[in-house]
């Protein structure tokens, strides 16, 4: 059964966890122990990512350490080509839709496409919305998004309703990895009523504590990514197993 499947069959019972694993944050030597970690504690897969630094050699043998070391899906989440790797389970295969640049639209896709389908490596089309305030990210800077904006909903609204008729698997509303506050509410609500239960909706990005992510499961995200919270975490088990029981607690009315 493909990575996919599984995870909506899960999405189907209970909302997600993903743990961001950012080798160039934690450390290439600490990703696979700090995955383990995270597995014990509950977390659903593992996103290996990054805006800068994560490519070549280095995120080959980190992709199979981390392998090694769990039995959840290992998903790659790409800042740019360099961030693929034929070692993961499958790949994110991301469209950032609010972008300037065409090449983060399709553009770096295309020029992917051949060497992915030579590796075999499940894909993923997630339709990728950066939302205020990911224009300070890492991620919406290089990516050269326009943030969704917190006072227009409708805006989110229209990109997440696109991007379910386009016919994206996954929609990722993304505040950008340490943002000084994560996806509005509002506009998880409005990403939630325009994907009905046919897209599963990701929510990712400046979300510090439980709470904060049982709220947007309340607003209607199916998985919940964190990255920043467990690499500041000195137990990083403890961590995630809070964010996984805080996500997991939450009941959903479908
Ligand atoms: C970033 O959504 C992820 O792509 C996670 O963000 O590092 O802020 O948890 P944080």
Known sequence: MSVYDRLVGKIRREA???SLVDPDEIGYERAAEFAAAAEDAGTD???IGGTVGVQGELLDETVKDIKNAV???VILFPGDISGISPFADALLYLSLLNSRNPYYISGVQALAA???LRWGLEVIPTAYLITEPGGETAAGWVGDARPLPVRKPSITYAYALSARFIGYKFVYLEAGSGAAYPVD???VMVARKA???EVPLIVGGGIRDPET?????RAGADVIVTGTALENSADVERTVRSFVEA???VERDF
């Open 16 to 18: 997600l966890h993903f």
């Open 45 to 47: 897969a593992i996103l």
């Open 71 to 73: 039995k959840i899906p």
């Open 114 to 116: 051949p060497i992915v």
């Open 185 to 187: 509410d509002r506009l």
């Open 195 to 197: 994907l009905g239960r």
């Open 213 to 217: 992510a049982a709220q947007k499961v």
């Open 247 to 249: 996500v997991k607690g």
